[in-house]
Structures are given as structure tokens and as C-alpha cells.
């Protein structure tokens, strides 16, 4: 089972940002591809970002694209998302992933692979 855990959420107003970060104890999970989906009350999950390993090749949905941006640092074991120019609608629960790219994209991670979840919720 992968042994994530996600920080960094909180409140933020509309244009403004937010750090979220992903950490684990098991460095072996970082060569899979990591990354955040997020679900909001009443709403599907929705894939946000994804990065590779090796390459370190990144996938945005296209509601964030130009907004967030997705990194890792494999030394630290550590994926991060910056949210810039936050909207009413990102807000979220934030949940990372180690996963197959395209299950983090389709948000259909199960959930052994995913850690509990930071909220964010942006007023406008």
C-alpha cells in the first residue's frame, strides 16, 4: 500500500496561490508517475496533473493549464503542485496519487495508491 501524505491546503482568495506537497516514506514509489486529482462536494473526481518519472514529462487538465504547475524532487521523495491565479472553482479536496499516468488523469486511482486528501477552498 503507497504511504503518501499531502499538506500544503487551506484558503485562498480569487488570483491568489497555493503550495500543495506530497511526501513518502518509500522511495520506490517515486518511479511511478505521481500526481493530484480532485474531487468538490456533489462533483466527479476530476484528474488535475501528472508528472513522469525519468523524464519528468507533465500532463495538465485543461481547466488548470497555465495556472498550475506540477513538479517532483525524487531526492526528497516529494511532488508539489503550485496554484496560481486560484478560482471559486478549484475548491477541493486535493488528493495525491502513485499511479499509472492515465488512472491520475481519469481520476479512477484506487485507494491503496492515493494519500487522504488536503482541502482547498478558494473564495472569491
Known amino acids: 500500500q503507497v504511504q503518501l501524505v499531502e499538506s500544503g491546503g487551506g484558503s485562498a482568495q480569487a488570483g491568489g496561490s497555493l503550495t500543495l506537497s506530497c511526501g513518502t516514506s518509500?522511495?520506490?514509489?517515486?518511479?511511478?508517475?505521481m500526481g493530484w486529482f480532485r474531487q468538490a462536494p456533489g462533483k466527479e473526481r476530476e484528474g488535475v496533473a501528472s508528472?513522469?518519472?525519468?523524464?519528468?514529462?507533465?500532463d495538465y487538465a485543461d481547466s488548470v493549464k497555465g495556472r498550475f504547475t506540477i513538479s517532483r524532487d525524487d531526492a526528497k521523495n516529494m511532488v508539489y503542485l503550485q496554484m496560481d491565479s486560484l478560482k471559486p472553482e478549484d475548491t477541493a479536496m486535493y488528493y495525491c496519487?502513485?499511479?499509472?499516468?492515465?488512472?491520475?488523469?481519469?481520476?479512477?486511482?484506487?485507494?491503496?495508491?492515493r494519500g487522504q486528501g488536503t482541502q482547498v477552498t478558494v473564495s472569491s
Open positions: 496519487a502513485a499511479d499509472a499516468c492515465t488512472s491520475i488523469m481519469r481520476a479512477t486511482v484506487r485507494e491503496a495508491y
Open positions: 508528472i513522469r518519472p525519468a523524464t519528468g514529462a507533465t
Open positions: 518509500e522511495s520506490t514509489y517515486m518511479r511511478q508517475c
